[in-house]
């Protein structure tokens, strides 16, 4: 099964820039599209990124899009997640999961991380 572990979260002014990195360990997600989700306190985790297994087709959330892009480095087992133009809305535990269902909705999605919380001062 495929273990996944985020990193690079932290504080950041608005308008700075952080890169989430989500490595996989115990077995390799190279077959697996693989997305980032976010929740802010008080609010469902929600939608941010999804990259295909082949690297050539990402989707993004409305709200991020412009400002944030995923790809991913295969050799490494690792999916990034740049962000660009943060906002104090963009505060929040980022997860990265793998894609086992169709939709770009959390029930589609398994073998969560555990989270990095990413913090954007006004």
């Known amino acids: 099964q495929v273990q996944l572990v985020e990193s690079g979260g932290g504080l950041v002014q608005a308008g700075g820039s952080l890169t989430l990195s989500c490595a996989a360990s115990g077995r390799t997600f190279s077959g697996y599209n693989i997305g980032w989700f976010r929740q802010a306190p008080g609010k469902e985790r929600e939608f941010v990124a999804t990259i295909r297994r082949r690297g050539d087709t990402t989707y993004y959330a409305d709200s991020v899009k412009g400002r944030f892009t995923i790809s991913r480095d295969s050799a490494k087992n690792t999916v990034y997640l740049q962000m660009n133009s943060l906002k104090p809305e963009d505060t929040a535990v980022y997860y990265c999961?793998?894609?086992?269902?169709?939709?770009?909705?959390?029930?589609?999605?398994?073998?969560w991380g555990q989270g990095t919380q990413v913090t954007v001062s006004s």
């Open positions: 999961a793998v894609q086992y269902g169709v939709e770009n909705t959390d029930q589609s999605f398994g073998s």
